[in-house]
């Protein structure tokens, strides 16, 4: 595990810190959370982007002309 010296500035630390409290957490643990869900949301991001590109819209549209041409089940309808 690495330490990194981090500077906050103070209302930021001080809602993070209270934010930490309330979820019941360190706000050391509250903060490796916060970084850990930015760094999976970036790299959500960009695996959707990489698959977009591997996207074919002719494939796709062969896909959907296969869908049968139906009304949609009661509740699933598009308002």
Do not use: C
């Not at 330490?3 to 050391?28: C, G, I």
């Not at 903060?31 to 695996?47: D, G, Q, R």
């Amino acid at each position: 595990m690495s330490n990194f010296a981090l500077r906050l500035p103070d209302s930021l630390y001080a809602y993070a810190k209270k934010m930490a409290q309330e979820d019941n957490a360190s706000l050391n643990q509250f903060i490796v959370m916060a970084v850990a869900e930015k760094v999976s949301a970036l790299n959500t991001e960009n695996f959707f982007k990489e698959r977009a590109l591997r996207g074919n819209r002719e494939r796709f549209l062969e896909i959907m002309d296969r869908v049968p041409d139906v009304p949609a089940q009661t509740g699933d309808e598009i308002p």
